[in-house]
């Protein structure tokens, strides 16, 4: 037992050593620190005075781990956004300065994570371990370090790729009047990017906690949370929260974008940010402009999306790709918030309420939607079908209009109206089951060639479904053209019409047999 105390001893004499080195070796700092009083509280807001060095934007501590950020700053007070639970803060409780702006965690540690714009996590899988943190409000990528959108990005949603398409790098606005569907077009564009080499960032603004945990179970069950990550703010948090989300939600996906990924965000939606801005601005005793919004409203939302972009080659050609999603009242798209999205936006999909009500899903009205950039990015394949396509269903529409007031109408305008309602049924899509390019370009090949036209309407879904099958038959250097080529060639849409020809022959009409006497 005295040996093995013995050959203890010079452990501990090293240790101590050690231990008496380190401390007289150490010097205490003395660190200025800035503190500051709560002179008021209210609805997710605060007043503070005693701090005369806070710029805008800073982030300030208050008791409780509750953070804020500075928003007014002036001469004799600073109005803080509060982003936490306010409940237990008083008037003449302590502020803390800490220094700095607000920041968000960022990395490949937070893909598959469920986090609050502050990089608390909210699935229950521990701590976020980040790599690094950027600030949540950063400047715009400069014009000359932006390159053109020519790839697309592929929503799997037919009407979409092939009427309006969309660019990585692109920022397309998805409106219309509440449950519509605009939720279901941004995950099926989510859904698409698996094995796309695309990271996806959903971002919920003010949500109802039960709408997200159905996006959230979505994703899981789909197999999407592998490559996406969700930042989350519920209808019951503080508005200051609501308010930074977005910008919290593209500083993460800048990190990627700044290492040559391509990367999609969805704001959902930018109504409840504007309100949320609205509410604080108010609160604040900033003065009120058209429709209660303050002046600055058309600013925050410019400065958020001009984020999305096409970096050069030379800066790693990393893309953002946005779509906001904005809710109308009443189908009024002429609103203040609206208008102003549509302005800073390069296109809009509308959804109709009369085109849903009528079982037409996804209900995107062709003729009010836009994408004023995709086409630079289209594949060529549909390039080639898309304009005879949008012409037709255009034509469609107007006369289809016409014929309710029973007139009656000529061969040619009843083989218009017969052949744009074989249009509207084969662009009709279950929500959350994207479609692979081929079978889209067969279907949309199978269209403009007219050979649905016979096809009678109540088995349109089937003869549709019949088409994106046999899909799979088309020669696997076909299907590589579709990426590479400048056009289809003949002999290329010949052979798909004539796949799309044998899987339709079973739904033609058979002529009726004459009985003989």
């Not at 889209?440 to 309407?457: C, G, N």
Request: charged share 25%; net charge negative; with cysteine.
């Amino acid at each position: 037992m005295n040996t093995e105390s013995e050959s203890l001893q010079p452990v501990f004499d090293n240790a101590f050593a050690g231990m008496r080195q380190a401390r007289e070796a150490f010097v205490p700092q003395l660190a200025p620190r800035e503190v500051g009083t709560i002179t008021s509280i209210a609805t997710g807001i605060a007043k503070v005075s005693g701090l005369p060095g806070v710029g805008f934007e800073e982030v300030l501590k208050f008791p409780g781990d509750v953070y804020g950020i500075a928003f007014n700053v002036d001469e004799d007070e600073i109005g803080v956004v509060l982003l936490g639970d306010y409940w237990q803060l008083h008037a003449g409780d302590e502020v803390e300065r800490r220094g700095h702006v607000m920041d968000v965690p960022v990395g490949d540690q937070l893909i598959g994570r469920i986090i609050n714009p502050m990089g608390r996590p909210l699935d229950g899988m521990g701590p976020v371990v980040s790599s690094a943190r950027l600030p949540i409000e950063r400047t715009v990528p400069h014009i000359m370090d932006r390159a053109p959108v020519t790839v697309p990005l592929q929503t799997g949603i037919k009407v979409i790729d092939a009427l309006i398409p969309i660019g990585r790098g692109q920022r397309e606005l998805i409106i219309g009047d509440r449950q519509t569907g605009k939720t279901a077009i941004a995950l099926d564009t989510i859904l698409n990017q698996r094995g796309q080499n695309v990271l996806c960032v959903y971002c919920a603004i003010g949500q109802r906690a039960s709408d997200v945990a159905k996006v959230v179970d979505t994703l899981r069950e789909k197999g999407a949370l592998e490559y996406t990550i969700v930042v989350v703010t519920e209808g019951n948090d503080p508005p200051g929260l609501t308010y930074i989300a977005p910008y919290a939600a593209t500083s993460i996906a800048e990190h990627f974008m700044a290492q040559g990924r391509d990367v999609l965000v969805v704001y959902d939606d930018l109504t409840h940010h504007a309100r949320a801005y609205r509410e604080l601005s108010l609160l604040l005793r900033r003065p009120p402009g058209r429709e209660a919004f303050p002046g600055d409203i058309f600013y925050i939302h410019s400065r958020l999306l001009e984020r999305a972009t096409h970096l050069r080659a030379e800066l790693g050609g990393g893309s953002l790709t946005a779509l906001p999603v904005i809710e109308t009242e009443a189908q009024d798209i002429s609103a203040y918030i609206p208008t102003n999205l549509i302005s800073i936006t390069d296109g809009q999909i509308y959804l109709s309420p009369s085109l849903f009500e009528l079982g037409v899903l996804p209900a995107v009205d062709v003729g009010k939607s836009v994408s004023r950039v995709g086409g630079k990015a289209q594949r060529a394949a549909y390039r080639a079908v898309a304009g005879d396509l949008k012409l037709a269903y255009a034509q469609f529409e107007e006369l289809e209009t016409f014929s309710r007031f029973g007139a009656r109408l000529d061969e040619d305008t009843r083989k218009i109206i017969e052949h744009g309602r074989r249009i509207r049924a084969c662009l009709k899509q279950p929500a959350f089951a994207p479609v692979s390019v081929a079978a889209q370009i067969a279907v949309l090949l199978a269209l403009t060639a007219e050979l649905f036209d016979s096809v009678p309407l109540d088995r349109m879904s089937d003869a549709e479904h019949a088409v994106r099958e046999a899909a799979a038959d088309i020669p696997a250097e076909v299907c590589a053209r579709f990426d590479t080529a400048e056009k289809l060639s003949d002999e290329d849409s010949a052979t798909i019409i004539r796949i799309a020809r044998n899987a339709l022959a079973r739904f033609q009409p058979q002529p009726e047999r004459k009985e003989t006497k």
